[in-house]
């Protein structure tokens, strides 16, 4: 696969990922954490998980990390059958006092990406700021 076909795959993703973050929250105000692939023949699909449940009915408090890594580990036992993957979650920013949503990208060929967009609401109005670049270490093809 030459690097231009997997710049388009991870930007792909990227834009998918904080796009629908983005509709979540200004739907719902706030979204839980999920999966994109791009799948060998170049379409997009979501890969979701349910969050906890004890005896059927879901625990109150929501375990996002437990979802993440449940993600992490099914994008792991399909690796083969995608090009490309993409985690979506909402993160905390301590250092800025805000809240941002994360979207780290990893293809096949070894390349890996995140994108971290801050946001902000003010009665019920959502401000996205420009996306902070940031390399990360692989999780699904190490």
Not at 86 to 98: E, F, N, Q, R, W
């Amino acid at each position: 696969m030459v690097e231009n076909d997997v710049k388009a795959d991870l930007n792909s993703l990227i834009g998918t990922g904080l796009g629908m973050a983005q509709e979540q929250l200004e739907n719902h105000g706030s979204f839980l954490p999920t999966a994109l692939v791009v799948t060998g023949d170049g379409e997009i699909r979501m890969v979701g998980v349910a969050p906890a449940q004890t005896d059927g009915v879901q625990d109150p408090g929501l375990d996002a990390d437990a979802m993440i890594a449940d993600l992490y580990e099914v994008l792991r036992q399909q690796k083969g059958s995608h090009r490309a993957a993409a985690v979506v979650c909402d993160i905390h920013l301590p250092d800025d006092a805000t809240d941002a949503i994360h979207v780290l990208s990893e293809h096949r060929g070894g390349v890996v990406i995140a994108a971290v967009q801050p946001y902000s609401e003010a009665d019920g109005s959502w401000t996205f700021s420009d996306p902070i670049w940031e390399t990360e270490t692989p999780q699904i093809w190490p």
